[in-house]
């Protein structure tokens, strides 16, 4: 596929204060890969995603990207423009809430044609049409292409929020808590459509969840947090079948209580 | 009139202006702020045209000022007297072809510019991307970024709700294929006029301390879609006065049961024309 | 010495002698008459009678007077007065289509029927000090007279766009509109209320929350269909006599803003209205009045409500000056009560953050080791 990860974080760190909200994290994102990156709310998880995508700056540590050449780019070496560029290209940002990732007086049309007028489409029977497949793809009605989403429901607005990001065909993906704050069978459904999407798409993704059952869905591989710190990791299957660190075995037995 | 310097402003001001213009122009479509003064006429009524005008004017100027693209409007009637109050020896004109500078609020003038005339716009709002973004924190950021994916969802909007774009003035465009630029309040009709024109075009925002500049044939591209491609209006119908069919024009109410006449808005190109008429006569 | 201290009285009595003293100045310099501000500081009286809600300028000058000019006093004292006054009963509504007009501009038609009136304006003055009326006794030529004519009451140019199906109608109502000067406001307040509140709000408020509409926090895109200003006759029907009578005349100027279109593909696109009238000839105010009342209107014409000029509630808390300044400047009254409790409670909390920085630093290296352990 390719000869090295598309992303890689070596000893990334940074503080709040007293906190240590992330303590040395190192890790390698493989093209095509679904890495999750599990723990309780406070663990650091969601702080190292903002690092990764380039959102926030550590206080050490470096994080690589490469690109579709085969060139290697320091994220936070490389200046505002080309990370803005990257963001609205070759990455995508899912927000557990969507009205973060959404403009919310604009279209469901306008939201998922806004990434490819960013990267220079301005032909608007295309942009449209191709917006309406994206909507049919994430089982939002086509008709529905003029209506903005505060009129949609939570489950439709992160549908469109998923189709918004993914209509440019990124390579990489950070996801925050996809389905947080959604109700439990529209979780469900949910994971399934960016199970297949993600497939479909081959796009690499980080994923943030505290939510075990959706890890074990999506991850090919799991990294678990703990105080800023990666305390196990291996692949899904080994991990929550057979955790090895005691913090692990309690994050397994509660979602197995649960 | 005594007790100030020609053309008002003090000579460091008009350098101080001066030396923004430069960027300005160096710059094409990018907004320099720039210490915009207090003027004897209200905000709003064209402050930062005449400082522009009067940084770039001297004594062997011809000056002709329009509003809304006439020479007899009151606002414009108003800042030629004061440019004749205050700049001994200036020229004052209603023939665009006479001109060197032309002050303006809201139209080009019919009649084509040519090379060594000047332009200057009086500008309500410089920020293009303002009533997308009103944090000029941001928008500042969006164009040093050239991050103008925003503006072009708005249109896409405008066409997606009413069939076609819906800013019929002001339309944005794109100077030299870098900086988006508000044309200043200008109908759409007007925009072609900005493209590759052989004048200089310098346009100032007092209120909002900015200013910006089109050079001489710069690329000045309206927004739109491939397959919506700006179109610039005009009411459908000809001059009552010079019967001209292709001159922007301004509706008049006749009575209240409905008639309305069309006149040109450029009261130049409305006068020569009709001489010209009554001479072929 | 300033020792606050009880027996305030002589102090107060000592204070107002003072204030007596300071508003008539050097005595030297002949004292203005009321009716000297009522002719000479109009603009000022018209204000005063606006945010004052009263209209009698004889009595707006003598509270300019009162107040050394501070018109928010002025307007104070003013509302102070009317609130004493009997209520016999309602005027007819005004008719401002009937209006003798002074002035009346459009900038929306270049000409139209009934023409413009500059009127007595500064839109055009160039501001420049003129040392002249510093000089005592002068009287400006008069100016040139110009008939009113047939043209007196001139359409309005919303009604000429109503004809062309252009302006969104206003839905005609006979319901009894509230008085908010008799019963307090709740949300939502309905335009009645909402235009009631603006008619008397602090111009400046007014002014700045309609130029942030300009500026881009909440949209209007108005063009000012038409500015009227003029006299009117105020009619009321006594009970006792059972047919109209005419009080008497307003000065009063209207203002109707042509507001962006609003529409979408099922609803033609139609321009919508912002409306402004006001005591006298405060235009100003008239045209904020008129951009704050189409702002208000964005949740009723389906626009999103993000800006502090859209939001009815915020705006129509905050626009009244003689709550304002009440509130601002009862700051200056004694707390000393709730701030000893302030001290207290300050001093108990660094207090006990003192003892917690002496024990801190044995507890830091104790959690240190605890992290490391749950780490390894």
Same mark, same amino acid.
């Given at each position: 596929?390719?000869?090295?990860?598309?992303?890689?974080?070596?000893?990334?760190?940074?503080?709040?204060?007293?906190?240590?909200?992330?303590?040395?994290?190192?890790?390698?994102?493989?093209?095509?890969?679904?890495?999750?990156?599990?723990?309780?709310?406070?663990?650091?998880?969601?702080?190292?995603?903002?690092?990764?995508?380039?959102?926030?700056?550590?206080?050490?540590?470096?994080?690589?990207?490469?690109?579709?050449?085969?060139?290697?780019?320091?994220?936070?070496?490389?200046?505002?423009?080309?990370?803005?560029?990257?963001?609205?290209?070759?990455?995508?940002?899912?927000?557990?809430?969507?009205?973060?990732?959404?403009?919310?007086?604009?279209?469901?049309?306008?939201?998922?044609?806004?990434?490819?007028?960013?990267?220079?489409?301005?032909?608007?029977?295309?942009?449209?049409?191709?917006?309406?497949?994206?909507?049919?793809?994430?089982?939002?009605?086509?008709?529905?292409?003029?209506?903005?989403?505060?009129?949609?429901?939570?489950?439709?607005?992160?549908?469109?929020?998923?189709?918004?990001?993914?209509?440019?065909?990124?390579?990489?993906?950070?996801?925050?808590?996809?389905?947080?704050?959604?109700?439990?069978?529209?979780?469900?459904?949910?994971?399934?459509?960016?199970?297949?999407?993600?497939?479909?798409?081959?796009?690499?993704?980080?994923?943030?969840?505290?939510?075990?059952?959706?890890?074990?869905?999506?991850?090919?591989?799991?990294?678990?947090?703990?105080?800023?710190?990666?305390?196990?990791?291996?692949?899904?299957?080994?991990?929550?079948?057979?955790?090895?660190?005691?913090?692990?075995?309690?994050?397994?037995?509660?979602?197995?209580?649960? | 009139?005594?007790?100030?310097?020609?053309?008002?402003?003090?000579?460091? *001001?008009?350098?101080? =202006?001066?030396?923004?213009? #430069?960027?300005?122009?160096? %710059?094409?479509?990018? +907004? $320099? /702020?720039?210490?915009?003064?207090?003027?004897?006429?209200?905000?709003?009524?064209?402050?930062?045209?005449?400082?522009?005008?009067?940084?770039?004017?001297?004594?062997?100027?011809?000056?002709?000022?329009?509003?809304?693209?006439?020479?007899?409007?009151?606002?414009?009637?108003?800042?030629?007297?004061?440019?004749?109050?205050?700049?001994?020896?200036?020229?004052?004109?209603?023939?665009?072809?006479?001109?060197?500078?032309?002050? *303006?609020?809201?139209? =080009?003038?019919?009649?084509? #510019?040519?090379?060594?005339? %000047?332009?200057?716009? +009086? $500008? /309500?709002?410089?920020?293009?991307?303002?009533?997308?973004?009103?944090?000029?924190?941001?928008?500042?950021?969006?164009?040093?970024?050239?991050?103008?994916?925003?503006?072009?969802?708005?249109?896409?909007?405008?066409?997606?709700?009413?069939?076609?774009?819906?800013?019929?003035?002001?339309?944005?465009?794109?100077?030299?294929?870098?900086?988006?630029?508000?044309?200043?309040?200008?109908?759409?009709?007007?925009?072609?006029?900005?493209?590759?024109?052989?004048?200089?075009?310098?346009?100032?925002?007092?209120?909002?301390?900015?200013?910006?500049? $089109? /050079?001489?044939?710069?690329?000045?591209?309206?927004?739109?879609?491939?397959?919506?491609?700006?179109?610039?209006?005009?009411?459908?119908?000809?001059?009552?006065?010079?019967?001209?069919?292709?001159?922007?024009?301004?509706?008049?109410?006749?009575?209240?049961?409905?008639?309305?006449?069309?006149?040109?808005?450029?009261?130049?190109?409305?006068?020569?024309?009709?001489?010209?008429?009554?001479?072929?006569? | 010495?300033?020792?606050?201290?009880?027996?305030?009285?002589?102090?107060?009595?000592?204070?107002?002698?003072?204030?007596?003293?300071?508003?008539?100045?050097?005595?030297?310099?002949?004292?203005?008459?009321?009716?000297?501000?009522?002719?000479?500081?109009?603009?000022?009286?018209?204000?005063?009678?606006?945010?004052?809600?009263?209209?009698?300028?004889?009595?707006?000058?003598?509270?300019?007077?009162?107040?050394?000019?501070?018109?928010?006093?002025?307007?104070?004292?003013?509302?102070?007065?009317?609130?004493?006054?009997?209520?016999?009963?309602?005027?007819?509504?005004?008719?401002?289509?009937?209006?003798?007009?002074?002035?009346?501009?459009?900038?929306?038609?270049?000409?139209?029927?009934?023409?413009?009136?500059?009127?007595?304006?500064?839109?055009?003055?160039?501001?420049?000090?003129?040392?002249?009326?510093?000089?005592?006794?002068?009287?400006?030529?008069?100016?040139?007279?110009?008939?009113?004519?047939?043209?007196?009451?001139?359409?309005?140019?919303?009604?000429?766009?109503?004809?062309?199906?252009?302006?969104?109608?206003?839905?005609?109502?006979?319901?009894?509109?509230?008085?908010?000067?008799?019963?307090?406001?709740?949300?939502?307040?309905?335009?009645?209320?909402?235009?009631?509140?603006?008619?008397?709000?602090?111009?400046?408020?007014?002014?700045?929350?309609?130029?942030?509409?300009?500026?881009?926090?909440?949209?209007?895109?108005?063009?000012?269909?038409?500015?009227?200003?003029?006299?009117?006759?105020?009619?009321?029907?006594?009970?006792?006599?059972?047919?109209?009578?005419?009080?008497?005349?307003?000065?009063?100027?209207?203002?109707?803003?042509?507001?962006?279109?609003?529409?979408?593909?099922?609803?033609?696109?139609?321009?919508?209205?912002?409306?402004?009238?006001?005591?006298?000839?405060?235009?100003?105010?008239?045209?904020?009045?008129?951009?704050?009342?189409?702002?208000?209107?964005?949740?009723?014409?389906?626009?999103?409500?993000?800006?502090?000029?859209?939001?009815?509630?915020?705006?129509?808390?905050?626009?009244?000056?003689?709550?304002?300044?009440?509130?601002?400047?009862?700051?200056?009254?004694?707390?000393?009560?709730?701030?000893?409790?302030?001290?207290?409670?300050?001093?108990?909390?660094?207090?006990?953050?003192?003892?917690?920085?002496?024990?801190?630093?044995?507890?830091?290296?104790?959690?240190?080791?605890?992290?490391?352990?749950?780490?390894?």
């Amino acid at each position: 596929m390719s000869d090295g990860p598309i992303l890689s974080a070596r000893d990334v760190s940074i503080a709040f204060g007293a906190v240590r909200a992330v303590d040395g994290v190192s890790l390698d994102l493989w093209p095509g890969e679904v890495l999750a990156v599990v723990g309780e709310s406070g663990s650091g998880k969601s702080t190292l995603l903002r690092l990764l995508a380039g959102e926030a700056r550590p206080d050490a540590g470096t994080v690589l990207y490469r690109d579709p050449s085969g060139a290697t780019l320091d994220v936070h070496g490389m200046g505002e423009p080309a990370r803005r560029r990257l963001a609205r290209t070759e990455w995508g940002f899912v927000h557990q809430d969507p009205r973060d990732g959404l403009r919310l007086a604009v279209s469901a049309g306008g939201n998922v044609g806004e990434r490819l007028m960013a990267s220079g489409a301005r032909h608007y029977g295309d942009i449209r049409t191709e917006a309406a497949r994206w909507l049919e793809r994430v089982e939002i009605p086509a008709a529905r292409i003029d209506d903005a989403p505060r009129l949609f429901s939570g489950g439709m607005r992160q549908r469109l929020q998923i189709a918004r990001t993914l209509v440019t065909r990124p390579r990489l993906v950070f996801m925050d808590e996809p389905t947080g704050g959604l109700d439990v069978s529209v979780q469900a459904r949910l994971l399934d459509m960016i199970r297949a999407l993600v497939a479909d798409l081959g796009i690499a993704v980080i994923l943030v969840t505290h939510d075990i059952a959706a890890a074990r869905l999506l991850a090919h591989r799991l990294v678990v947090m703990r105080h800023g710190r990666v305390v196990e990791e291996g692949l899904t299957d080994r991990v929550l079948d057979d955790p090895r660190h005691p913090y692990t075995q309690l994050l397994v037995s509660s979602v197995l209580a649960a | 009139m005594s007790g100030y310097n020609f053309a008002y402003l003090d000579e460091a *001001t008009k350098r101080m =202006i001066r030396r923004a213009l #430069l960027k300005a122009v160096a %710059v094409p479509g990018h +907004q $320099v /702020p720039f210490g915009s003064r207090e003027m004897p006429l209200p905000y709003g009524w064209g402050t930062g045209g005449i400082q522009v005008t009067a940084s770039v004017i001297g004594a062997d100027d011809t000056l002709k000022v329009i509003d809304q693209g006439a020479d007899d409007t009151t606002n414009a009637v108003s800042i030629r007297r004061f440019f004749a109050r205050v700049a001994p020896g200036l020229r004052t004109t209603e023939r665009t072809a006479e001109a060197t500078v032309i002050q *303006t609020r809201h139209r =080009i003038p019919e009649t084509p #510019l040519r090379e060594g005339q %000047v332009l200057v716009y +009086q $500008v /309500p709002q410089p920020e293009p991307l303002f009533r997308l973004e009103p944090r000029r924190a941001e928008t500042r950021r969006l164009h040093a970024l050239a991050d103008y994916g925003l503006m072009q969802v708005k249109l896409y909007e405008d066409i997606a709700r009413h069939g076609r774009v819906g800013s019929s003035y002001d339309h944005p465009v794109m100077v030299n294929g870098r900086y988006l630029m508000s044309p200043s309040p200008i109908p759409s009709f007007d925009n072609p006029k900005m493209h590759r024109s052989a004048a200089l075009q310098l346009f100032g925002a007092g209120r909002e301390r900015r200013l910006y500049a $089109v /050079p001489p044939y710069t690329e000045v591209r309206s927004l739109d879609f491939e397959d919506h491609p700006f179109v610039p209006l005009r009411a459908n119908g000809r001059c009552s006065l010079c019967g001209a069919g292709d001159s922007y024009l301004d509706e008049v109410v006749t009575d209240d049961r409905g008639g309305r006449i069309f006149v040109c808005s450029d009261t130049d190109f409305c006068t020569q024309r009709q001489t010209m008429r009554e001479a072929a006569e | 010495m300033y020792v606050a201290v009880k027996g305030g009285e002589a102090a107060i009595a000592n204070a107002h002698a003072w204030l007596a003293e300071e508003r008539r100045g050097d005595t030297g310099v002949p004292e203005v008459g009321t009716d000297a501000i009522r002719e000479q500081l109009t603009l000022g009286v018209d204000r005063v009678m606006a945010e004052g809600s009263c209209y009698d300028p004889d009595l707006a000058a003598l509270a300019i007077k009162q107040a050394r000019g501070d018109l928010i006093e002025a307007i104070f004292l003013l509302r102070a007065y009317r609130t004493t006054l009997p209520r016999f009963g309602a005027s007819a509504p005004i008719d401002t289509g009937a209006m003798t007009v002074r002035r009346r501009v459009s900038a929306t038609y270049k000409d139209l029927p009934g023409g413009q009136v500059l009127g007595p304006t500064f839109d055009y003055t160039h501001r420049l000090l003129d040392f002249a009326l510093a000089a005592e006794g002068l009287t400006p030529p008069a100016a040139a007279e110009t008939d009113p004519g047939e043209d007196a009451a001139p359409p309005r140019v919303t009604g000429l766009l109503a004809a062309e199906g252009l302006m969104a109608a206003e839905e005609p109502s006979d319901a009894e509109p509230g008085d908010l000067t008799r019963t307090p406001v709740t949300f939502p307040a309905g335009r009645p209320l909402r235009l009631q509140n603006l008619a008397r709000g602090d111009e400046g408020f007014l002014l700045s929350m309609a130029y942030s509409t300009q500026r881009g926090y909440g949209n209007n895109h108005p063009f000012v269909g038409e500015l009227r200003q003029g006299d009117l006759a105020v009619c009321f029907t006594p009970p006792e006599l059972g047919f109209e009578i005419e009080l008497g005349d307003l000065l009063v100027t209207e203002c109707q803003m042509v507001n962006q279109f609003h529409g979408s593909r099922s609803e033609p696109p139609q321009f919508t209205r912002g409306y402004g009238l006001v005591f006298g000839r405060t235009e100003r105010r008239a045209m904020a009045m008129a951009l704050m009342d189409r702002a208000l209107r964005a949740a009723e014409l389906g626009e999103d409500v993000e800006a502090p000029a859209q939001d009815e509630e915020f705006v129509l808390s905050h626009s009244d000056n003689v709550e304002a300044t009440g509130f601002l400047e009862h700051l200056k009254l004694p707390h000393y009560v709730d701030f000893q409790s302030e001290l207290e409670s300050v001093r108990a909390m660094r207090t006990a953050v003192k003892a917690e920085r002496q024990r801190a630093p044995a507890e830091a290296a104790v959690r240190q080791s605890e992290t490391e352990g749950a780490g390894g």
